[in-house]
């Protein structure tokens, strides 16, 4: 692996979770040289914080926060529904980032909103029962018993009003910026398929200048199921 011109990774989690999520990935990262910053958006960090308030600029914020300390280019990796956080993020500051890596995950165009369905009262959305998570496309794989047990114990309620709010999206630049596409749940050959097909979900990769696919086969959360894998595919991107 080329150790020069290394960068700073921002790992930024899905719905739920906090920056206790990439322990295992930050570990292999490190053993690779690499520093990492895992971040815990506002309202993720305690059962006990109040989440009334919360808003999607607090959580773009947050990340814009991390990638700004950084002391070297950053690559930020963005899981699950950070997808929304990272273009705004990109939309905001693109040139702050050398690299954008999607797991499982992706771009959003703009007023996207994540959970539209939200009751307008909800103050928080907690973790569904497993039936409804792998009903949604959130495959389990490769998550062992005790895996599941930490993950429900260690769940946050998610802030709803992140979830209801549309991310806006103003400046082109975005595209420009390159990405590397992690598919686990999904081969890339069937994610290619559905951005020509432009399946709306997948439909903004069609507008990047450069962008990678790489295929890692495991579950939706492959910073548990496929740690050290995960680590290597971000190290190889984050290290040229």
Known sequence: ?????????????????GGWAWDDVSEHL???HLASV???????????????????????????????????????VAHSGAGMLASAVLDQEPDLVSRVVYVESGPVADGTIARPDLDPAAIEVPLPI???????DASLA????????????????????????????????????????????????AIREMVVGGVEMFAPLADLADVKYLDLPTGHWPMWSAPEELAEAIAEVACH
Request: hydrophobic share 40%.
């Open 130 to 136: 497993w039936e409804l998570l792998e009903a949604g």
């Open 38 to 76: 895992p971040v815990t958006l506002p309202g993720l960090d305690s059962p006990n914080t109040r989440r009334d308030g919360i808003g999607l600029a607090d959580h773009v914020e947050a990340v814009l926060d991390a990638i700004r300390a950084a002391a070297s280019p950053v690559v930020l």
């Open 142 to 189: 490769g998550l062992d018993e005790d895996m599941l047990r930490r993950f429900q114990e260690r769940a946050i309620p998610h802030p709803a009003g992140p979830l209801r709010e549309p991310v806006r999206l103003h400046n082109p630049a975005r595209n420009l910026v390159p990405t590397t596409v992690i598919c686990c749940s999904l081969p890339s050959a």
């Open 1 to 17: 692996m080329n150790m020069k011109n290394t960068s700073t990774v921002v790992l930024v989690p899905g719905f739920w979770l």
């Open 30 to 32: 490190t053993r690779n």
